[in-house]
Structures are given as structure tokens and as C-alpha cells.
């Protein structure tokens, strides 16, 4: 590859391609480019450590129950990347396979889950099935089955654990010779006509042949930076610990109520509660937990979890942390509009972390022109403008 300019201003700082955002995406980029005999590749990050964005926030729930074929594609092939990661990288991702449980309330909830369970064993997620109430009791004796009418279960779904399936990108990168930047905030992008030609940082002037934003859920703000839109914007989502450990089996699966969206799971022997509702204070990256939001969600999981009538809420273990949400809630991956070696893998709407490994080999082999093995070209960064936003069967 040849280089846009011959004179960087501190010489250490060139490379053929930096990624912007060392997060489990970015990490994963790196390692597949890496892989694909790219040389010289420079990871930068504005924290002083790998991960310390959204990647560490994750509760780590994988699934293979989407209603879009893209994602469920994009969850299979992450699937089989996960049980070969320990042997690839020597880290063990913490794949648990306890499955997903989807509870309906209604017809209409019910035919969602019918018509998303086609989908999904049309596209080969054979282990989901349909689920009555008799066997939702079975897969989670635990809950209050007030008003489920049936569900649906995915035993091949399950946990993993963000920061290790970051830290297995990240040594196998740096056995592979890519170097990685903490504290290096990008700060400014010059870019020609069609083609970035360096980023300012707080190491000094970047020059490169390909960037790639990884920036999480400052993407859309980095992609701003090079006078391109991208339409990811920051969501915060809350996770409310419960103090008492052991309240439920450690392999009790992901329950999730979808007229609410309610769910929990049990995580490092703690009960963890999730409900996505809008925040009182979603602006300029706020990461507070908020003191509402935890009383609701707790009473709403003690009239579900009959376990937890004399139990209470571990405010200081409880977090938050933000989504990088695009229009269609689906991942934005490729080359962008405008610029020729500006590459995107964003707006993964809070999938980022179980669909990393496959987006790491997907961007790589676009980048090095080699053939993938799904078809991403529903992820175009393009469709905005084009109106082609991507659907899905609507249950969570
Ligand atoms: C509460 C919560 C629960 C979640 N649960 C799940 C889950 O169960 N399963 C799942 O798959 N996903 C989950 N997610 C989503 C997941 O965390 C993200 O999709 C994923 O971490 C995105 O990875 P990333 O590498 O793109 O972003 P990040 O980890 O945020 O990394 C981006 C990096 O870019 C850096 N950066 C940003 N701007 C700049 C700049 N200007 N210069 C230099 N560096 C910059 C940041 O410092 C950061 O380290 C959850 C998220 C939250 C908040």
C-alpha cells in the first residue's frame, strides 16, 4: 500500500490503517486485518485503556432469535467464531449456552415470535423453537407465569464475556504486530476531495491509507469530524444488580417479557434486571444511573420474580452505559459515502459485543476485497440516503 504522504509529522505515527476505538469492535477489526496480512496497523483510543467504553458496560447476552435474517446470519457466523475462540486466541470468551426464553402475552406478540422462528430456522438456527406454557415452567420454574400465553427458546443462545472476547482480539493483534494508542484522542479529520488524508490527535497528525470508525457510540460525532453524516446516535441503557447472590441458578436462561421488554439473567452470581425505557437524562453522553429508573424496574421484577420478595438493589454494583442506536437498529458497515477509505462498523443498536467477531471478519475481507461468506450489502452505509432501511419482525 502506498502511502497518501510522505512526511507524517512524528514519523512513529503512520500506518496503513488505523482503527479509530479500541473497543471489542474495534479490537476484532484489527485482528482480522491483521489475519488478512494487512501490515502496520495502528489501533487508537482517547481512553487510557482498551475497552473502557461501551465494550465494559455490556452485560454479554448472545442470541441467534432476531427478526431480521441479517442478524441472524450475523449472529451465526459469530456463533461458530465463539466456539473456536479459546483455541484461536487462548481466551476463553465465557460462552455459556443457557439459552434465550422470549415470553408472548398475546396473539399478536405470539405471531411475531411464529413468524420470527420461521425466519430464524429458514436461515438455519435449527435449535429454536416454539415454546407453551408447560414448557416455558420447565426452562424457568422461577418466574410468575401471570398472563404468558407461550414463547419461544434458543438453547445455542446464551452469555459471553465482553472484556475477554476484547482481550483475545487484542493479543492475537499484538502477536500479529498491531500496535495499539491509549490517550490518543482523534480530534480533527482532513480529508481531500474523496479520501481522508490524516487525523489530528493528541499524539500529533495520523496519515494512513484506510481508517476505519470503531468509535462506539461516538461514531456518528467522529464521522462528523470528516464532514460525513452517520446516523448513530447515543442511548443510555441502565442495569439494576441485585444484592443477594444466588438468588437463581447460574445457567437460569435469559428471560425476557416482550410487551415490556422486561428481562433479567443471573451474571457473576448476581440477578441482573434490564428495562429499556426512555431515560429521564439521555443527553451529551450521560452515564448516571438513575435513582427513578431502579425503583420501577424493581418493582416491576418483583411482581415477575417471586424470589426476590426480600431482596434489594445493589445501587453502587448497579451501571450504565450507552447503545450506538441507527435508524434501523442494524449494524452500518462499509465503505462510506463520500470517502474512499473511511470505513464504518457502527450503529450495532446494542449488539455490538455478540456480533463482534463476525464484524471483524466481515469489514476486514471487505477492506482487503476478499469474498465473505454472508451477504452485507443490506448494511451499506448508503441505504439512509437511499430510503432502503432494513425491516424486522417486530418482538424485541
Ligand atoms: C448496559 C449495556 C448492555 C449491553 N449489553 C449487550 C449485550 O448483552 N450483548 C451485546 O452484544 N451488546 C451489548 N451492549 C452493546 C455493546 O456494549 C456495544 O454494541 C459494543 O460494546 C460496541 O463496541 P464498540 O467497540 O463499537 O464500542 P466501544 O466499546 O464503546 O469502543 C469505542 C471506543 O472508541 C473510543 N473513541 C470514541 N471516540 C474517539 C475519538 N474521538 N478518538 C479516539 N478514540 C475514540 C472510545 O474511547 C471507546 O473505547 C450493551 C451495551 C450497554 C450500554
Given at each position: 500500500?502506498?502511502?497518501?504522504?510522505?512526511?507524517?509529522?512524528?514519523p512513529?505515527?503512520?500506518?496503513?490503517?488505523?482503527?479509530?476505538?479500541?473497543?471489542?469492535?474495534?479490537s476484532?477489526?484489527?485482528?482480522?486485518?491483521?489475519?488478512?496480512g494487512?501490515?502496520?496497523?495502528?489501533?487508537?483510543?482517547?481512553?487510557?485503556?482498551?475497552?473502557?467504553?461501551?465494550?465494559?458496560?455490556a452485560?454479554?447476552?448472545?442470541?441467534?432469535?432476531?427478526?431480521?435474517?441479517?442478524?441472524?446470519?450475523?449472529?451465526?457466523?459469530?456463533?461458530?467464531?465463539?466456539?473456536?475462540?479459546?483455541?484461536?486466541?487462548?481466551?476463553?470468551?465465557?460462552?455459556?449456552?443457557?439459552?434465550?426464553?422470549?415470553?408472548?402475552?398475546?396473539?399478536?406478540?405470539?405471531?411475531?415470535?411464529?413468524?420470527?422462528?420461521?425466519?430464524?430456522?429458514?436461515?438455519?438456527v435449527?435449535?429454536?423453537?416454539?415454546?407453551?406454557?408447560?414448557?416455558?415452567?420447565?426452562?424457568?420454574?422461577?418466574?410468575?407465569?401471570?398472563?404468558?400465553?407461550?414463547?419461544?427458546?434458543?438453547?445455542?443462545d446464551g452469555?459471553?464475556?465482553?472484556?475477554?472476547i476484547?482481550?483475545?482480539?487484542?493479543?492475537?493483534?499484538?502477536?500479529?504486530?498491531?500496535?495499539?494508542?491509549?490517550?490518543?484522542?482523534?480530534?480533527?479529520?482532513?480529508?481531500?476531495?474523496?479520501?481522508?488524508?490524516?487525523?489530528?490527535?493528541?499524539?500529533?497528525?495520523?496519515?494512513?491509507?484506510?481508517?476505519?470508525?470503531?468509535?462506539?457510540?461516538?461514531?456518528?460525532?467522529?464521522?462528523?469530524?470528516?464532514?460525513?453524516?452517520?446516523?448513530?446516535?447515543p442511548?443510555?441503557r441502565?442495569?439494576?444488580?441485585?444484592?443477594?447472590?444466588?438468588?437463581?441458578?447460574?445457567?437460569?436462561?435469559?428471560?425476557?417479557?416482550?410487551?415490556?421488554?422486561?428481562?433479567?439473567?443471573?451474571?457473576?452470581?448476581?440477578?441482573?434486571?434490564?428495562h429499556?425505557?426512555?431515560?429521564?437524562?439521555?443527553?451529551?453522553?450521560?452515564?448516571?444511573?438513575?435513582?427513578?429508573?431502579?425503583?420501577?424496574?424493581?418493582?416491576?421484577?418483583?411482581?415477575?420474580?417471586?424470589?426476590?420478595?426480600?431482596?434489594?438493589?445493589?445501587?453502587?454494583?448497579?451501571w450504565?452505559?450507552?447503545?450506538?442506536?441507527?435508524?434501523?437498529?442494524?449494524?452500518?458497515?462499509?465503505?462510506?459515502?463520500?470517502?474512499?477509505?473511511?470505513?464504518?462498523?457502527?450503529?450495532?443498536?446494542?449488539?455490538?459485543?455478540?456480533?463482534?467477531?463476525?464484524?471483524?471478519?466481515?469489514?476486514?475481507?471487505i477492506?482487503?476485497?476478499?469474498?465473505?461468506?454472508?451477504?452485507?450489502?443490506?448494511?451499506?452505509?448508503?441505504?439512509?440516503?437511499?430510503?432502503?432501511?432494513?425491516?424486522?419482525?417486530?418482538?424485541?
Amino acid at each position: 500500500m502506498s502511502r497518501l504522504h510522505d512526511q507524517p509529522l512524528h514519523p512513529n505515527l503512520s500506518a496503513d490503517a488505523v482503527v479509530i476505538g479500541s473497543g471489542v469492535i474495534g479490537s476484532s477489526i484489527a485482528y482480522h486485518l491483521s489475519q488478512n496480512g494487512v501490515k502496520n496497523i495502528l489501533v487508537v483510543d482517547s481512553a487510557p485503556a482498551a475497552g473502557m467504553g461501551s465494550t465494559s458496560k455490556a452485560t454479554g447476552g448472545f442470541r441467534s432469535q432476531f427478526g431480521s435474517k441479517i442478524n441472524i446470519q450475523l449472529s451465526l457466523l459469530s456463533r461458530k467464531k465463539l466456539l473456536a475462540f479459546k483455541d484461536e486466541h487462548g481466551i476463553d470468551p465465557g460462552f455459556e449456552q443457557a439459552g434465550y426464553l422470549f415470553l408472548a402475552g398475546s396473539q399478536e406478540e405470539l405471531k411475531n415470535l411464529t413468524l420470527a422462528n420461521s425466519l430464524q430456522q429458514m436461515t438455519g438456527v435449527k435449535d429454536a423453537m416454539l415454546v407453551s406454557p408447560v414448557d416455558i415452567q420447565k426452562l424457568n420454574p422461577h418466574i410468575c407465569m401471570e398472563g404468558i400465553t407461550g414463547g419461544s427458546f434458543c438453547p445455542g443462545d446464551g452469555f459471553i464475556t465482553p472484556m475477554n472476547i476484547m482481550q483475545g482480539y487484542i493479543s492475537s493483534s499484538v502477536k500479529n504486530g498491531v500496535r495499539f494508542l491509549y490517550d490518543c484522542n482523534v480530534t480533527a479529520i482532513t480529508a481531500g476531495e474523496n479520501k481522508i488524508e490524516y487525523i489530528q490527535t493528541t499524539h500529533g497528525r495520523i496519515y494512513a491509507d484506510i481508517f476505519v470508525n470503531a468509535a462506539g457510540a461516538f461514531a456518528g460525532h467522529l464521522a462528523a469530524m470528516a464532514g460525513e453524516t452517520l446516523p448513530v446516535t447515543p442511548s443510555k441503557r441502565q442495569v439494576c444488580r441485585i444484592k443477594e447472590t444466588e438468588t437463581l441458578p447460574p445457567l437460569t436462561p435469559m428471560t425476557i417479557w416482550i410487551d415490556s421488554a422486561f428481562h433479567f439473567r443471573m451474571r457473576e452470581g448476581h440477578l441482573i434486571l434490564l428495562h429499556p425505557c426512555e431515560p429521564e437524562n439521555n443527553e451529551n453522553y450521560n452515564i448516571h444511573i438513575e435513582e427513578s429508573w431502579m425503583n420501577n424496574v424493581f418493582g416491576i421484577a418483583k411482581g415477575k420474580l417471586p424470589a426476590l420478595e426480600h431482596c434489594s438493589v445493589d445501587r453502587e454494583g448497579s451501571w450504565a452505559g450507552l447503545y450506538e442506536i441507527s435508524p434501523d437498529e442494524h449494524l452500518i458497515l462499509g465503505v462510506s459515502d463520500g470517502l474512499q477509505n473511511f470505513y464504518y462498523a457502527n450503529g450495532s443498536s446494542g449488539h455490538g459485543v455478540m456480533h463482534s467477531p463476525a464484524i471483524g471478519e466481515l469489514l476486514a475481507n471487505i477492506i482487503c476485497n476478499k469474498p465473505n461468506e454472508i451477504d452485507v450489502d443490506i448494511l451499506n452505509p448508503a441505504r439512509f440516503q437511499q430510503n432502503k432501511l432494513i425491516e424486522q419482525i417486530p418482538f424485541f
